[in-house]
């Protein structure tokens, strides 16, 4: 197939993702988030191209794909770059999936996706929104050039109130910045059906550039990762009992708050699943 592949996350024993493809309609993320992980295989990383023929090339994949499987958009950009206001290529696909009927979920940091709510209401899907902090400036030093909590939130809010399933990414969470406001993202996002979070996974590339941004917290932070924490694959992580501790803060508030629980490449818990995909109808 030529653009939905077979989800792979580098073979990590620690994934707990069910069978799913995955589709970038773009190659790369104009977010220019801190802690992103695409720009250790990703040349530009930052910078957003659109992707040949791919909705005629779509049409072929989707003959090929298990309808049994659902396809995640996106994994290693995001579907809602700015210049999908203008381009609607996401919202191509999406017509594409809805009259074909295959079933599909969005992770995005945009809220341009709640443009979309007419063919999301219409199609077997869930939308995933990441959320880091509610902090506004703290929101623009880690995720620069992406719509703001409260954009987000909006959205999320939009697309809750026309019975699409939602899921919230806390991810990543990283001690000394966003972990000490857990506990009131959760409430203010109280609405949503699921929760997924992982702490934070420096490769050489993010950690640069986390230092840059935050060289206090990078201070504290070393000793953590790079003495006491492990290497697992290309990422860095915490100590296994603080990442614990972390993630069951995150567990028992969202069980407080009625609200399932995932975690991603923790080797932790999650139910039903770990991405939210369970709400996919």
Not at 149 to 158: D, G, H, V
């Amino acid at each position: 197939m030529y653009y939905i592949k077979k989800f792979d996350p580098w073979s990590s024993s620690l994934c707990t993702c069910p069978p799913k493809y995955t589709l970038n309609p773009y190659t790369g993320c104009s977010h220019a988030c801190i802690y992103c992980y695409i720009t250790s295989y990703i040349p530009n990383a930052f910078s957003v191209r659109i992707k040949k023929d791919l909705i005629r090339k779509l049409r072929r994949d989707i003959k090929g794909i298990d309808k049994n499987l659902f396809v995640s958009m996106s994994n290693s950009s995001d579907p809602y770059p700015p210049i999908e206001r203008n381009l609607g290529i996401t919202r191509g696909v999406l017509e594409l999936f809805m009259h074909n009927d295959i079933r599909y979920q969005i992770v995005t940091k945009s809220d341009i996706v709640k443009r979309d709510i007419d063919i999301l209401s219409e199609s077997r899907c869930s939308v995933a929104i990441t959320i880091t902090t509610l902090d506004e400036k703290l929101a623009k030093k880690m995720e620069p050039n992406a719509p703001t909590p409260k954009q987000r939130i909006i959205a999320l809010e939009e697309l809750h109130d026309n019975s699409i399933p939602v899921t919230v990414r806390i991810d990543p969470i990283i001690p000394f910045i966003n972990d000490n406001e857990v506990d009131k993202i959760i409430d203010r996002l109280s609405f949503v059906d699921h929760i997924t979070t992982s702490t934070f996974k420096p490769r050489f590339d993010s950690w640069r550039r986390f230092k840059k941004v935050f060289p206090v917290e990078a201070k504290k932070l070393e000793k953590l990762y790079f003495k006491e924490g492990e290497k697992i694959s290309n990422s860095w992580y915490l100590p296994k009992d603080l990442r614990y501790k972390l993630l069951t803060k995150v567990r028992e508030k969202t069980r407080e708050c009625g609200i399932t629980f995932g975690s991603c490449r923790e080797g932790y818990y999650s139910n039903p699943s770990c991405d939210g995909s369970h709400l996919i109808p």
